[in-house]
């Protein structure tokens, strides 16, 4: 749904757009517009052709992990079971090659990765290809990558995966969950004097 206000939801008029369309997305039309172009640039693409040509957006899986017990969740951008595939969008200030690799190593991609390979595997016995559509929201914008894991970042993540349920679990199992000292702090020193002058 479009709407042209300012969207907060204290306000009367949008309150009321907000009822009347429960769950629906609400863009502007600038967001629409955004929207559509990259939606053709893509299409422009032969990958993008293939790779949208069959599936379904956002679908949810659940499994159970077997070394933990917990229960897990995934849900990609898209899937297509008929083709062992899973494409999910990110947006990115940059589709540079040292830009990318900065944002996996910062937002931990290559373990989503593992997570939504190994919950496919878990629910269907295959493992699909999985690959990241980047897309530059920068001054280069509608600039895209279609960026895939080597197979010894696959087994880095693996490894950073299994420790990181293994850690979910025995919190969950002490009930004891880390966080920051409960205690007042100093961060020092934030500004030098190089700075400063």
């Not at 693996?158 to 100093?186: G, I, M, V």
Request: charged share 25%; proline share 5%; hydrophobic share 35%.
């Amino acid at each position: 749904m479009v709407y042209e206000g300012r969207r907060d939801a204290r306000t009367k008029d949008y309150k009321a757009f907000l009822e009347a369309n429960p769950g629906k997305p609400i863009l502007s039309t600038a967001e629409v517009s955004t929207v559509r172009k990259l939606g053709e640039r893509i299409n422009t693409s032969e990958l993008g052709c293939w790779a949208f040509s069959a599936g379904e957006p956002e679908v949810s899986g659940f499994w159970k992990d077997p070394e933990t017990g917990l229960m897990l969740k995934f849900r990609p951008d898209w899937v297509d079971f008929e083709r062992d595939l899973i494409v999910d969008v990110k947006t990115t200030k940059s589709v540079r090659t040292q830009a990318l690799k900065s944002s996996f190593r910062q937002y931990g991609y290559h373990i989503q990765d593992h997570h939504y390979r190994a919950g496919y595997f878990a629910l269907t016995g295959r493992w699909p290809r999985f690959v990241f559509l980047f897309i530059d929201k920068g001054p280069s914008v509608f600039q895209f990558r279609w960026i895939g894991l080597s197979n010894e970042d696959r087994a880095f993540a693996s490894e950073q995966h299994a420790e990181a349920l293994a850690s979910w679990a025995e919190c969950a199992r002490k009930n004891t969950w880390p966080s920051y000292p409960d205690r007042f702090e100093t961060l020092s020193p934030i500004f030098h004097n190089d700075f400063r002058n």
